[in-house]
């Protein structure tokens, strides 16, 4: 007896185990496909093709397309490690400039991980408004951590002239997307150069 119920529990965890690999191979498939050929351009019964699975187990799994895109765009903010950055910017040793450091780290991994996910993001979001929505969520919440972090410093740690606001505008210019790209792509900087480069454009940009 006690054989038979282990052995349904087993089942049971098979069950979930097969049914979390079959959903990241959807979600695989879809990012190949969306990458390759374009958002609009790809059908939801091109990516049950591309995964190896039928129509309704994608519609059972993700809704529709637009659902299985955003599921691409939540997965794109674990790859930043948002727990190590929280860390780091909570660390009793982390100045501001740590502070700095801490988020462009963040948006380099994020950039480096998931990079293609975010510009496919913005790029659907031309043409459907849900998911320029959840777009600008990120865009947002990246925003909100930043006018925390920046309003913990002491008075007149911000260069002269700066307020929280105009600070958090002057990040989001630094540490975007396209500039990532643009050094990685394109000057063939490494991830690596780029962090650095980043972490010292924003202590001369924003700290006295």
């Known amino acids: ?59 059972s799994t993700y809704g529709n ?15 930043g490690d948002a727990p190590r950055m929280l860390a780091e910017l909570e660390d009793s ?4 400039s740590r502070q700095l450091s801490a988020m462009a780290g963040f948006d380099r991994r994020l950039y480096e991980r998931a990079g293609d996910i975010i510009v496919l993001l913005r790029e659907a979001g031309r043409t459907e408004p ?20 920046f309003s913990s410093w002491p008075d007149e740690t911000l260069r002269a002239g700066l307020d929280v606001e105009t600070a958090v505008d002057v990040y989001a210019a630094i540490c975007t997307i396209d500039v990532y790209t643009t050094l990685t792509a394109e000057r063939g900087w490494s991830p690596d150069r780029v962090e650095r480069w980043w972490g010292d454009v924003l202590v001369r940009e924003l700290l006295s």
């Open 130 to 149: 849900d998911l320029a929505t959840v777009y600008h969520d990120g865009r947002r919440r990246g925003d909100e951590t930043r006018v925390q972090v």
């Open 1 to 59: 007896m006690n054989e038979e119920r282990g052995q349904r529990r087993y089942d049971s965890l098979r069950r979930t185990t097969q049914a979390l690999a079959t959903r990241a191979e959807i979600a695989r498939a879809a990012r190949r496909l969306f990458l390759a050929r374009g958002w609009a351009e790809t059908t939801v019964r091109d990516v049950a093709r591309e995964a190896g699975v039928s129509v309704p187990t994608v519609y």
């Open 65 to 79: 397309k637009i659902g299985l895109t955003r599921a691409l765009a939540d997965s794109a903010d674990l790859h």
């Open 93 to 96: 040793a982390a100045d501001p």
